[in-house]
C-alpha cells in the first residue's frame, strides 16, 4: 500500500515536471536564440549559441526605443494603479458607510458594468476623446484606466471594508479626526492588503495590455512596451535575431518583479478570484 | 441650522469620496456605451465631423455581413474548446499541486509564468516556435506532421490559437483551482475516509460539489476571455490564413478602424456585447444552482 503511494507520487512528480518544462520551454527559447545571429536561428532554432553577442540586444534596444518605452509603461502602470486603489477605496468606504438608496444604486450599476465587454466601448471612446482632443496623451490614458479598473476595484474593497469595524473608526472621530483624516489614518492602512491585491491584479493588466494603448497612443513617444513590441516586429518580422532580443527585453522587467515577489503575486490572484 | 450644516458637509464628504471615481466611471463607461447605442444608428466614417441617421441599415448590415457570422461562428468554437481544455488542464494542474508534494511552490510559480507576459509577447513568441522550431524538427526527423508551419494551414491554425490560449490561460485558472482545493476542510474528507470512501467517491462526493463557486469563477472568466480574445489572435497568425483564424473582435476591429465603418462596426459589438451576456449569465445562473454548503 506505502508502496504504490509512493510510486504514484513519483509518477505524478515527473509527469508535473514534463509538463513544466513544456511550460517554460518557450521562454527558454527565446532566450538561446537572442544571441543567435539570423542565419543560426533559421538553420538550427534548437542548436546553442556560438557566443554570448549582445549585438541584437543594442540593435533592439535603439530600434525599440527601450528606455523611452520603459518609461512610458511605467509612468501608466504605477499612476494608473495608485488612482485606482485610492479612488476605489474611498469610494467603497463611503458606500459601506452611508448605506443609502444612492450608494446601493450607484454599486449596483459598477458591478453590473463589470459584464460590458472593452470592444463594446472602443469605438465610441475614441470619437468621444478624439473630437475634445484628448487622444495620444498618456494622461487620457491613465484617467481611462481608472474608468475601466474602478468596478472590479470597488467591487473587492466593498466586500473588505465591511471587514473594518465601525468602531475603529468611531474611536478616531471621538479623538478628533475628521472624516477624511480617519480614513487616511485608519482605514487605508487596515486595507492595505486588500490594496496589495488589487495593485497587483491591475498592474499584470495594465502593463501588459495592447488595445486600449494602441487606441489611445498614437505617436512613437508615447509608445508603451507591448506597442513598441509589436511595432518592432512590424518593421524586423523577417530578422529574427533583434526581435528575439526584444521581446527578451519586454519580457525581463515582469520577471524580475515576479522573481522577487512571486509569492505574494500569486496570493493576489488567488484572493482576487474569491468573490 | 445645524442640521443645514450637516447635509451640506455630508454632500462635501460624499463628492470628495465618492466623486472622481463616479465622474471618471461615467465618462469612461456609462457615457461611451450609451453613445455608442446611438452610434450604430448613424453612419459615421470616422472623418467627418458630421454623421447621419439611418435607423435599424447598421443592424441589417450586421445580419448581411457573412464575414462576421463566419468570425463569430469561429469564435463560438474558440470558446467552446478553449474553455474545456483551459479548465480540465488547470484543474488537473491543481489538484496535483495540493497534496503538499516536493517543491509544489516552483510548480505553481512555473505554470503561472506566461499569465506574467500580454498576449502580443506570447503570440510573438509562438509565432516563431510554430513557423520555425516545430518546422525545423519536422523536417530533421521527417514527421510530416510538422513540416509545414501550421499557422500557414487553415486548420491547425486554429488548434495553434487554441493551443497558445491554453498554455496562457491554464497556470491563472490553476491558481484559482488551488485556492478552491484548499478551501475544502480537510475534517470532511476524513470523515469520509473513515467511512470507507476511497479517493474517487471523496472527489465526486465531496470535492467536486464544494468547488463549484471555483468553477463558476473560472468558466466565467475564460468565457469573456475567450469572446474577447485579440492580443495573441493579432500577433499569433492576424486572423490568417485567408482570414481562417479572424475572432470577432478582430473582424470589429477591422469594420471600425480599417474600413472606417464605425455605425457598423459597433452594432456587430454590440451584438456581441449581447450574447456574450446572455451566454454568461446563463452559465452564472446554472451554476449557482448546482452550488452547495460545506
Redesign the interface.
Given at each position: 500500500m506505502a508502496g504504490t503511494k509512493a510510486y504514484s507520487?513519483w509518477v505524478?512528480?515527473v509527469?508535473?515536471s514534463l509538463?513544466?518544462v513544456l511550460?517554460?520551454f518557450?521562454?527558454l527559447?527565446?532566450l538561446l536564440?537572442s544571441f543567435k545571429e539570423n542565419t543560426a536561428?533559421?538553420s538550427?532554432?534548437?542548436g546553442l549559441p556560438e557566443s554570448f553577442d549582445l549585438a541584437n540586444y543594442s540593435k533592439a534596444f535603439d530600434y525599440m526605443n527601450y528606455f523611452g518605452s520603459f518609461f512610458n509603461s511605467l509612468i501608466i502602470t504605477v499612476c494608473s494603479v495608485l488612482i485606482i486603489s485610492l479612488?476605489?477605496a474611498?469610494?467603497a468606504?463611503?458606500?459601506v458607510r452611508?448605506n443609502t438608496k444612492?450608494s446601493q444604486y450607484?454599486f449596483l450599476?459598477?458591478v453590473a458594468?463589470m459584464?460590458?465587454?472593452?470592444?463594446?466601448?472602443?469605438?465610441?471612446?475614441?470619437?468621444?476623446y478624439g473630437s475634445l482632443n484628448m487622444l495620444d496623451n498618456k494622461w487620457s490614458l491613465i484617467?481611462?484606466y481608472?474608468?475601466?479598473g474602478?468596478?472590479l476595484a470597488?467591487f473587492i474593497y466593498h466586500g473588505f471594508v465591511k471587514g473594518v469595524p465601525a468602531e475603529l473608526e468611531e474611536a478616531a472621530q471621538i479623538d478628533g479626526c475628521t472624516?477624511?483624516q480617519t480614513?487616511f489614518r485608519i482605514v487605508f492602512p487596515v486595507l492595505a492588503p486588500t490594496t496589495a491585491t488589487i495593485s497587483i491584479l491591475n498592474v499584470?493588466w495594465i502593463?501588459?495590455?495592447?488595445?486600449l494603448p494602441s487606441?489611445v497612443l498614437i505617436s512613437p513617444g508615447n509608445r508603451t512596451l507591448?506597442l513598441s513590441?509589436?511595432s518592432f516586429?512590424g518593421t524586423y518580422s523577417v530578422d529574427?535575431g533583434p526581435?528575439?532580443a526584444g521581446?527578451v527585453l519586454?519580457?525581463l522587467p515582469?520577471?524580475i518583479v515576479?522573481l522577487f515577489a512571486?509569492?505574494y503575486?500569486?496570493q493576489g490572484?488567488?484572493?482576487g478570484?474569491?468573490? | 441650522m445645524n442640521t443645514e450644516k450637516g447635509r451640506w458637509s455630508?454632500l462635501r464628504?460624499?463628492l470628495?469620496?465618492?466623486g472622481?471615481?463616479?465622474f471618471?466611471?461615467l465618462?469612461?463607461?456609462?457615457?461611451?456605451?450609451f453613445?455608442?447605442l446611438y452610434?450604430t444608428f448613424t453612419n459615421?466614417d470616422?472623418i467627418s465631423t458630421t454623421q447621419s441617421l439611418v435607423g435599424f441599415d447598421n443592424y441589417l448590415g450586421v445580419f448581411k455581413d457573412a464575414v462576421f457570422w463566419k468570425s463569430f461562428g469561429l469564435t463560438l468554437k474558440y470558446v467552446l474548446f478553449t474553455v474545456i481544455l483551459v479548465n480540465a488542464v488547470a484543474f488537473l494542474?491543481a489538484f496535483?499541486?495540493t497534496r503538499g508534494?516536493?517543491g509544489q511552490?516552483i510548480?505553481?510559480?512555473?505554470?503561472?509564468?506566461?499569465?506574467?507576459?500580454?498576449?502580443?509577447?506570447l503570440g510573438?513568441?509562438?509565432q516563431?516556435?510554430f513557423s520555425?522550431?516545430l518546422v525545423?524538427?519536422g523536417t530533421k526527423t521527417g514527421i510530416p506532421f510538422l513540416e509545414a508551419s501550421w499557422l500557414s494551414e487553415p486548420g491547425k491554425a486554429f488548434w495553434s490559437l487554441v493551443l497558445v490560449t491554453v498554455?496562457q490561460y491554464a497556470?491563472?485558472m490553476m491558481?484559482?483551482y488551488?485556492?478552491g482545493l484548499m478551501s475544502v476542510p480537510n475534517d470532511i474528507l476524513e470523515a469520509a475516509s473513515i467511512d470507507g470512501a476511497n479517493g474517487w467517491t471523496k472527489l465526486g462526493r465531496i470535492t467536486l460539489p464544494l468547488m463549484v463557486p471555483?468553477f463558476v469563477?473560472?468558466i466565467f472568466l475564460t468565457l469573456?476571455r475567450g469572446?474577447?480574445v485579440?492580443?495573441v489572435n493579432?500577433?499569433l497568425t492576424k486572423g490568417g490564413p485567408f482570414k481562417s483564424t479572424e475572432m470577432v473582435?478582430m473582424h470589429?476591429?477591422g469594420k471600425?478602424?480599417l474600413s472606417r465603418d464605425?455605425g457598423l462596426?459597433?452594432a456587430e459589438?454590440?451584438v456581441?456585447?449581447l450574447l456574450?451576456?446572455v451566454i454568461?449569465?446563463l452559465q452564472v445562473y446554472f451554476s449557482k444552482k448546482l452550488e452547495v454548503e460545506a
Open positions: 507520487g505524478k512528480t509527469v508535473l509538463l513544466l511550460f517554460v518557450p521562454f527559447l527565446l536564440n536561428i533559421t538550427n532554432p534548437l479612488f476605489a474611498m469610494t468606504h463611503y458606500f452611508n444612492f450607484t450599476m459598477m458594468s459584464i460590458i465587454p472593452f470592444q463594446a466601448i472602443m469605438i465610441p471612446l475614441v470619437k468621444i484617467y481611462m481608472l474608468g475601466f474602478c468596478s470597488v472624516r477624511t480614513f499584470l502593463w501588459n495590455d495592447y488595445l487606441l507591448p513590441t509589436y516586429y529574427y526581435l528575439m521581446l519586454t519580457i515582469i520577471m515576479y512571486q509569492k503575486i500569486i490572484v488567488m484572493q478570484s474569491i468573490k | 455630508r464628504g460624499g470628495l469620496f465618492t472622481p471615481t463616479l471618471c466611471f465618462t469612461v463607461m456609462i457615457v461611451p456605451f453613445y455608442g452610434l459615421w470616422g494542474l496535483g499541486l508534494m516536493k511552490n510548480f505553481r510559480a512555473g505554470f503561472f509564468v506566461p499569465n506574467l507576459v500580454g498576449g502580443i509577447v510573438l513568441i509562438w516563431f516556435i520555425q522550431v525545423y524538427i498554455w497556470g491563472y491558481v484559482i488551488i485556492a471555483s469563477v473560472c469573456q469572446f474577447m485579440y492580443d493579432l500577433s473582435s470589429v476591429y471600425a478602424f464605425y462596426g459597433q459589438a454590440l456581441l456585447f456574450v451576456t454568461t449569465l
